[in-house]
C-alpha cells in the first residue's frame, strides 16, 4: 500500500484556521477559534495545525507540502506572532498563495463541479504589491489604472475560470484602503468593497464591525422606504461605493441601551443596508458572467455569507447551477490553500467532495468520561447502546418542548452548526424561541433561529424549496406553515434555512424523522452550540460547561444523555 499524500493549508489572517487534506480530500480542519476560545481568533497557527496533526496521528515529516496565506505579510516559517511549529525544520516546503486565491480554491476544491466559473467578493484581500509579488504572471491582466494609485490597494472582488485543474484568473478589481479617520464609516477595509460598507453598517448599528449577520437577522424588523438614495454604482464595469450616503446617518450606536430605545431607526437602517447590498452582489455577478458566461458559478468570500442576497442570486438566475461555499469568510482561507497545493502545486486530480462540512476529530468515551470527572457539576447521566433508543428519547424529549445540546462525531467547519454542535427545540412551541435567546444563547430578542428540514420534505413548508445543507440561503415558509414554525420563522416571514443532508448528515437526520413521526414537523429549530460571544464549543469538557450555566435542559454527546438533577 502506497504512502498517503497530506497536504497542508494554514490561514493566519482573522477567523485564522488549519485543514489537513489526505489524497485530495479532507480529512480533518479546525478553526483557531474552537481550540483558543477567542471569537475569530488568527495570527499564530501553530494551535490548530497541531490539532490537525494530532487529530490524524501523523507529523510534519509527513507532509508533501504547506500552503499558507496571511493578508498582508508573507510569514516566516519558525516566527507569526509567536513561534511555529516550522521552528526547527527546513521540510515539508511551504508556501504563499494571494488571499482571494485561497477564498477561490475552498470553493472549487469542496463544489460539485469539474468545470465552473468563482466569484469572490470580500471586505479587504491581498495588497495590489504582496499580489504581484505572489503572482508576477498575472500582472499583465491588471488594469493599468490600479498602479497610477500612491495609496495602498487591496483585492475587493475577483473573479475565475475553473477547468478542472487550474484557476484562471479573468477580472480582478482592487480598491484603495479606508482611511484611517474618525469617521463612523472608515474600517480597515477596502473604500469600494461590498463587505467594508457592511461592516461599515454593522459597526454604525451595533458598534462592531464582526456583527455583519447580526445585521442580517436585524434588516427584516426595519423598511428602507425613508432612504431614497444609492450606496454603489457601477462605472465601466467595476462597483464603487459612493461617499454621499454617508451624510444621511449621524447617529452611530452608544452602546445596547442606545441601540434599544432606538431600535426602529437601526432596524430601517439595516434594512437599507441589506437591500443595497442585495442589488450589489446580484449587479456584481451578472457583469461578470455576461463578460465571462458560464452554467455553474462558486461563490465565495465573507459576503457569499448573506443567506438573503444568495436566495436573490439564485431567483435572479445569473447562473444555472450555484455553489455557495459553507466557509466563504476567511476561516475557509486554509481549506482554498489546502486544494492549492493538491492541484495547482502537486498537480494532482480534484476529487470527489462528499458535501460534508464536518472536519473536526470525534471524542471518545475516555474524553467523555475524562470531561465528567473533571466537571464541578453532577447530573444524571444515562449511556445508550441502542442508537435507535437514543433517538426516540431525545425525539419525545423535543416533542414535549425541552431543549437539547446536541454534541455528535467531529465538528463542522465553518459558521453554522449544521447538527453536530447544534441547540435543538421544538419550531412551533409558542415562547420558545424567546426562551432560548434570553436563558441559554444570553443575546438579543431579535436574533433569529434557523429551521432544520429534512431534504424531502423541504417543499412542504418553504415556497422555493431550494437545497440549502449549509443554512446559507432564505426563503419565505408557507403561509399555512407559519404558526407550526413560529420559532423559526422571521417577522416578515422568512427562514435561513437548512435541508439535512442523510448522506453525511445520517444521525440528525434520523432525529429529525424521528420528531416528526411524533409531531407530524419534518422541522426543528437548530442554532449553534454555544451562547453571545463564545465560539462554537468543540469539547466534551466546553459542551458540560455550557450546559451547567444555562438553561439547557439536555446534553447529548454521542450516546450519552446528561440531565440536570432537581
Same mark, same amino acid.
Given at each position: 500500500?502506497?504512502?498517503?499524500?497530506?497536504?497542508?493549508?494554514?490561514?493566519?489572517?482573522?477567523?485564522?484556521?488549519?485543514?489537513?487534506?489526505?489524497?485530495?480530500?479532507?480529512?480533518?480542519?479546525?478553526?483557531?477559534?474552537?481550540?483558543?476560545?477567542?471569537?475569530?481568533?488568527?495570527?499564530?497557527?501553530?494551535?490548530?495545525?497541531?490539532?490537525?496533526?494530532?487529530?490524524?496521528?501523523?507529523?510534519?515529516?509527513?507532509?508533501?507540502?504547506?500552503?499558507?496565506?496571511?493578508?498582508?505579510?508573507?510569514?516566516?516559517?519558525?516566527?507569526?506572532?509567536?513561534?511555529?511549529?516550522?521552528?526547527?525544520?527546513?521540510?515539508?516546503?511551504?508556501?504563499?498563495?494571494?488571499?482571494?486565491?485561497?477564498?477561490?480554491?475552498?470553493?472549487?476544491?469542496?463544489?460539485?463541479?469539474?468545470?465552473?466559473?468563482?466569484?469572490?467578493?470580500?471586505?479587504?484581500?491581498?495588497?495590489?504589491?504582496?499580489?504581484?509579488?505572489?503572482?508576477?504572471?498575472?500582472?499583465?491582466?491588471?488594469?493599468?489604472?490600479?498602479?497610477?494609485?500612491?495609496?495602498?490597494?487591496?483585492?475587493?472582488?475577483?473573479?475565475?475560470?475553473?477547468?478542472?485543474?487550474?484557476?484562471?484568473?479573468?477580472?480582478?478589481?482592487?480598491?484603495?484602503?479606508?482611511?484611517?479617520?474618525?469617521?463612523?464609516?472608515?474600517?480597515?477595509?477596502?473604500?469600494?468593497?461590498?463587505?467594508?460598507?457592511?461592516?461599515?453598517?454593522?459597526?454604525?448599528?451595533?458598534?462592531?464591525?464582526?456583527?455583519?449577520?447580526?445585521?442580517?437577522?436585524? *434588516?427584516?424588523?426595519?423598511?428602507?422606504?425613508?432612504?431614497?438614495?444609492?450606496?454603489?454604482?457601477?462605472?465601466?464595469?467595476?462597483?464603487?461605493?459612493?461617499?454621499?450616503?454617508?451624510?444621511?446617518?449621524?447617529?452611530?450606536?452608544?452602546?445596547?441601551?442606545?441601540?434599544?430605545?432606538?431600535?426602529?431607526?437601526?432596524?430601517?437602517?439595516?434594512?437599507?443596508?441589506?437591500?443595497?447590498?442585495?442589488?450589489?452582489?446580484?449587479?456584481?455577478?451578472?457583469?461578470?458572467?455576461?463578460?465571462?458566461?458560464?452554467?455553474?458559478?462558486?461563490?465565495?468570500?465573507?459576503?457569499?455569507?448573506?443567506?438573503?442576497?444568495?436566495?436573490?442570486?439564485?431567483?435572479?438566475?445569473?447562473?444555472?447551477?450555484?455553489?455557495?461555499?459553507?466557509?466563504?469568510?476567511?476561516?475557509?482561507?486554509?481549506?482554498?490553500?489546502?486544494?492549492?497545493?493538491?492541484?495547482?502545486?502537486?498537480?494532482?486530480?480534484?476529487?470527489?467532495?462528499?458535501?460534508?462540512?464536518?472536519?473536526?476529530?470525534?471524542?471518545?468515551?475516555?474524553?467523555?468520561?475524562?470531561?465528567?470527572?473533571?466537571?464541578?457539576?453532577?447530573?444524571?447521566?444515562?449511556?445508550?447502546?441502542?442508537?435507535?433508543?437514543?433517538?426516540?428519547?431525545? *425525539?419525545?424529549?423535543?416533542?414535549?418542548?425541552?431543549?437539547?445540546?446536541?454534541?455528535?462525531?467531529?465538528?463542522?467547519?465553518?459558521?453554522?452548526?449544521?447538527?453536530?454542535?447544534?441547540?435543538?427545540?421544538?419550531?412551533?412551541?409558542?415562547?420558545?424561541?424567546?426562551?432560548?435567546?434570553?436563558?441559554?444563547?444570553?443575546?438579543?430578542?431579535?436574533?433569529?433561529? &434557523?429551521?432544520?428540514?429534512?431534504?424531502?420534505?423541504?417543499?412542504?413548508?418553504?415556497?422555493?424549496?431550494?437545497?440549502?445543507?449549509?443554512?446559507?440561503?432564505?426563503?419565505?415558509?408557507?403561509?399555512?406553515?407559519?404558526?407550526?414554525?413560529?420559532?423559526?420563522?422571521?417577522?416578515?416571514?422568512?427562514?435561513?434555512?437548512?435541508?439535512?443532508?442523510?448522506?453525511?448528515?445520517?444521525?440528525?437526520?434520523?432525529?429529525?424523522? *424521528?420528531?416528526?413521526?411524533?409531531?407530524?414537523?419534518?422541522?426543528?429549530?437548530?442554532?449553534?452550540?454555544?451562547?453571545?460571544?463564545?465560539?462554537?464549543?468543540?469539547?466534551?469538557?466546553?459542551?458540560?460547561?455550557?450546559?451547567?450555566?444555562? &438553561?439547557?435542559?439536555?446534553?447529548?454527546?454521542?450516546?450519552?444523555?446528561?440531565?440536570?438533577?432537581?
Amino acid at each position: 500500500m502506497s504512502k498517503p499524500l497530506y497536504v497542508l493549508g494554514t490561514g493566519l489572517s482573522h477567523n485564522g484556521s488549519a485543514v489537513l487534506l489526505k489524497d485530495g480530500k479532507v480529512c480533518v480542519g479546525i478553526e483557531k477559534e474552537r481550540l483558543s476560545r477567542k471569537k475569530h481568533d488568527g495570527g499564530n497557527d501553530s494551535l490548530a495545525i497541531q490539532y490537525c496533526l494530532d487529530a490524524e496521528g501523523i507529523t510534519l515529516d509527513d507532509l508533501a507540502v504547506v500552503v499558507q496565506c496571511e493578508n498582508f505579510t508573507l510569514p516566516d516559517r519558525t516566527h507569526f506572532k509567536g513561534k511555529r511549529l516550522f521552528e526547527n525544520t527546513t521540510l515539508p516546503k511551504i508556501i504563499d498563495i494571494s488571499h482571494h486565491l485561497a477564498h477561490a480554491y475552498s470553493a472549487v476544491g469542496t463544489s460539485p463541479f469539474s468545470e465552473c466559473a468563482v466569484m469572490v467578493i470580500d471586505g479587504c484581500g491581498s495588497p495590489l504589491d504582496q499580489f504581484i509579488a505572489l503572482h508576477p504572471e498575472q500582472k499583465h491582466l491588471l488594469d493599468p489604472v490600479f498602479f497610477e494609485e500612491k495609496q495602498m490597494q487591496c483585492e475587493k472582488d475577483s473573479f475565475y475560470y475553473f477547468d478542472g485543474q487550474n484557476l484562471i484568473p479573468l477580472y480582478k478589481d482592487f480598491s484603495t484602503m479606508s482611511s484611517n479617520s474618525t469617521n463612523d464609516f472608515r474600517l480597515p477595509t477596502t473604500q469600494h468593497s461590498i463587505g467594508g460598507f457592511y461592516a461599515s453598517i454593522s459597526n454604525y448599528v451595533f458598534g462592531d464591525m464582526d456583527d455583519v449577520g447580526k445585521l442580517m437577522g436585524l *434588516a427584516p424588523f426595519g423598511t428602507s422606504e425613508d432612504f431614497d438614495f444609492e450606496a454603489f454604482e457601477f462605472q465601466s464595469g467595476r462597483l464603487f461605493v459612493k461617499d454621499t450616503w454617508q451624510k444621511h446617518f449621524q447617529k452611530p450606536s452608544k452602546g445596547y441601551g442606545h441601540f434599544k430605545t432606538h431600535f426602529n431607526y437601526y432596524a430601517n437602517v439595516a434594512k437599507w443596508a441589506q437591500e443595497q447590498v442585495e442589488k450589489a452582489v446580484v449587479l456584481c455577478i451578472k457583469n461578470r458572467l455576461e463578460q465571462f458566461p458560464h452554467l455553474n458559478v462558486c461563490y465565495t468570500g465573507g459576503v457569499a455569507l448573506n443567506a438573503v442576497a444568495n436566495a436573490k442570486l439564485i431567483a435572479s438566475n445569473a447562473a444555472q447551477n450555484n455553489y455557495f461555499e459553507p466557509a466563504a469568510a476567511d476561516n475557509g482561507l486554509a481549506l482554498g490553500c489546502a486544494f492549492y497545493g493538491w492541484l495547482a502545486y502537486l498537480k494532482q486530480p480534484k476529487m470527489k467532495h462528499d458535501g460534508s462540512t464536518c472536519f473536526g476529530k470525534k471524542y471518545t468515551k475516555d474524553d467523555i468520561d475524562l470531561a465528567v470527572a473533571h466537571s464541578k457539576n453532577h447530573y444524571s447521566i444515562s449511556h445508550y447502546v441502542d442508537e435507535e433508543k437514543l433517538i426516540s428519547y431525545c *425525539a419525545s424529549q423535543l416533542y414535549n418542548g425541552k431543549t437539547i445540546g446536541w454534541f455528535q462525531s467531529g465538528a463542522e467547519f465553518g459558521p453554522r452548526s449544521l447538527g453536530r454542535r447544534s441547540i435543538l427545540a421544538h419550531p412551533g412551541i409558542k415562547g420558545m424561541k424567546d426562551h432560548i435567546n434570553k436563558n441559554i444563547k444570553f443575546r438579543e430578542d431579535f436574533r433569529p433561529f &434557523a429551521p432544520a428540514v429534512l431534504q424531502s420534505k423541504v417543499h412542504e413548508y418553504f415556497e422555493r424549496g431550494n437545497d440549502s445543507p449549509y443554512m446559507i440561503l432564505v426563503d419565505k415558509t408557507r403561509e399555512e406553515c407559519i404558526e407550526k414554525l413560529c420559532n423559526v420563522t422571521h417577522c416578515d416571514g422568512s427562514a435561513r434555512v437548512q435541508t439535512i443532508e442523510e448522506s453525511w448528515n445520517l444521525l440528525f437526520h434520523k432525529l429529525v424523522t *424521528a420528531f416528526e413521526s411524533l409531531s407530524g414537523i419534518a422541522v426543528v429549530l437548530n442554532t449553534s452550540l454555544n451562547r453571545k460571544g463564545m465560539p462554537i464549543v468543540e469539547t466534551p469538557s466546553e459542551a458540560l460547561e455550557l450546559f451547567s450555566e444555562t &438553561a439547557l435542559d439536555i446534553l447529548v454527546i454521542e450516546n450519552t444523555v446528561f440531565e440536570k438533577q432537581p
